[in-house]
């Protein structure tokens, strides 16, 4: 469900990106079918990124996040690698969107107010646990 609800905030952002094609049954599986338009894709910087999401409406939260109080809809891993241009238009195709609720939405609320940004740390490691 929460694949399903993605791809629907992804079309609330650019209407008609996805689509449902239906589901395959194989046994005790099941598979979710979804298409997408083919594009031929120009690559966008950040401030573009960042310019686009504030001509949408959205607040910049994260270097690579961002926040419409409007819908209460979060954006987020937002940057080059997800999003290109396609037209006039910037496509996110590997976002992370969101309706944040509860302590997350206060937590964004919080630094929106402060007028800071946060800044998210990547780790491409993990360690075993109880170390």
Request: aromatic fraction near 10%; hydrophobic fraction near 35%.
């Amino acid at each position: 469900m929460e694949y399903l609800e993605r791809l629907h905030l992804q079309n609330e952002l650019v209407p008609d990106l996805n689509h449902l094609e239906g589901i395959i049954i194989q046994g005790d599986d099941m598979a979710i079918v979804t298409s997408q338009p083919r594009f031929e894709l120009e690559p966008v910087s950040q401030s573009e990124i960042d310019a686009w999401f504030e001509s949408q409406g959205f607040e910049k939260v994260t270097r690579c996040g961002y926040y419409r109080a409007a819908d209460n809809l979060g954006v987020f891993d937002a940057h080059a690698k997800n999003l290109v241009r396609f037209e006039n238009t910037l496509i996110p195709f590997d976002v992370i969107p969101c309706r944040p609720g509860g302590g997350f939405l206060q937590f964004i609320a919080d630094t929106l107010a402060t007028g800071h940004h946060v800044k998210e740390v990547r780790t491409v490691s993990t360690s075993p646990r109880g170390s």
